[in-house]
């Protein structure tokens, strides 16, 4: 048993008129709480939705990056975007000298026009050998140098036509688009220096969203999956949190630490993180609803169990309940608690496991004392 011995009562014949009396008054008097009951501090018990969360350290990644890569050799002839600019698909970020090719782009379309003449005066002079054969006018020879030609202008047309192709891809290799919207970063070549063909020019970031890639022990790989909300904490702007989604949980767990790779996908249209910052992040792994929250005073552990000291009607008992998700000061519990219950904060070890004893709330006492006690 917790708490002091009982005591037997003194037959003393003043203090039984005392009794008497009380018991004989007027029911308009309220009885005065019995002093000698134990002093507690209570609480009630809260209903709230609890979100179980997990905290991780990550860092912000790029959603795209790539380094941007001479395609071809030549010289610098502009640079049409100043870095740190942000860019859409499609602009011209790089531009090569382009003189040499603009000119066989030209030749070659001459060719090309040259053989589709003579691809359609060879079609022609086929059609009329192919008339006076059927008349029995034109002799055989005369019908197969006519095919032959057709055919060989028609090859010819297609060689031209590849010739154009080529020099056209030729061209588009002078001009370096950006392959997505983003940040143009540091540039390493100035105008008017040589580049040779895959020489590193520069680097572009789509910073919007990022990725935050952090891992997770594989005790939580049954509950991660996509669509999980989290929410990351950057040191630069410790005062807002910003907010995403899983999008990649890795199906296989690290042998070495044994943990599970995750990436989230978080907006960022304000620029306010930049790639390869270092941060916190909380994924919510559930969310329990309307669930029973004590004060963490309130939960008693013994040698088998975990109990709580409900109060009803200034009686307090131990009542044995299961706990879930901790909470700053708080804990969830899931069973053996209702809503509407009192539970004890202070005061556990004047009272028993195993009777029902007596209390009474201090804490209620002295808000409800007037400034004249």
């Not at 350290?57 to 740190?84: M, T």
């Not at 169990?305 to 009686?315: C, S, T």
């Not at 804990?331 to 009474?360: C, N």
Request: glycine residues 6%; aromatic residues 4%.
């Amino acid at each position: 048993m917790i708490g002091p011995p009982l005591r037997r009562a003194a037959w003393i014949p003043g203090l039984l008129f005392g009794v008497l009396a009380s018991a004989c008054s007027g029911p308009s008097e309220r009885p005065v709480t019995d002093r000698r009951a134990i002093p507690v501090e209570t609480a009630a018990v809260s209903i709230e939705d609890v979100d179980v969360v997990v905290e991780a350290v990550g860092s912000l990644e790029a959603d795209q990056s790539i380094e941007l890569k001479a395609r071809r050799s030549g010289a610098v002839r502009g640079l049409p975007v100043a870095e740190g600019a942000r860019v859409q698909k499609g602009t011209p970020l790089v531009l090569l000298d382009d003189r040499d090719v603009a000119a066989r782009l030209d030749q070659a379309r001459a060719g090309l026009a040259e053989a589709e003449v003579r691809r359609a005066n060879a079609q022609r002079s086929y059609e009329r050998s192919q008339t006076l054969r059927t008349k029995g006018v034109a002799s055989e020879q005369a019908h197969d140098d006519a095919t032959a030609e057709a055919d060989w202008a028609a090859a010819a047309l297609e060689v031209a036509r590849a010739n154009v192709a080529f020099a056209e891809a030729e061209l588009a290799e002078t001009v370096l688009e950006a392959p997505f919207a983003g940040v143009l970063g540091r540039l390493r070549v100035d105008a008017g220096a040589f580049v040779n063909e895959g020489e590193p020019l520069g680097l572009l970031v789509d910073d919007d969203p990022l990725e935050m890639v952090f891992s997770l022990p594989e005790r939580y790989v049954a509950r991660l999956r996509e669509g999980l909300l989290v929410e990351v904490h950057v040191s630069s702007r410790q005062e807002r949190p910003f907010r995403g989604r899983v999008t990649f949980v890795d199906p296989s767990v690290d042998r070495d630490n044994r943990t599970v790779l995750v990436k989230a996908e978080v907006p960022n249209p304000d620029r306010l993180m930049r790639p390869g910052q270092f941060g916190t992040v909380e994924v919510q792994l559930e969310r329990h609803e309307k669930a029973v929250i004590v004060p963490e005073e309130a939960i008693v552990p013994t040698a088998s169990r975990l109990v709580v000291f409900v109060v009803d009607d200034e009686m307090a008992s131990a009542r044995s309940v299961s706990t879930g998700v901790r909470l700053p000061g708080r804990v969830e519990v899931v069973s053996g608690l209702t809503a509407g219950d009192m539970v004890v904060v202070t005061g556990h070890e004047k009272l028993s496991l195993d009777e029902t004893l007596q209390v009474r709330d201090v804490a209620a006492e002295e808000v409800g004392a007037s400034p004249a006690d």
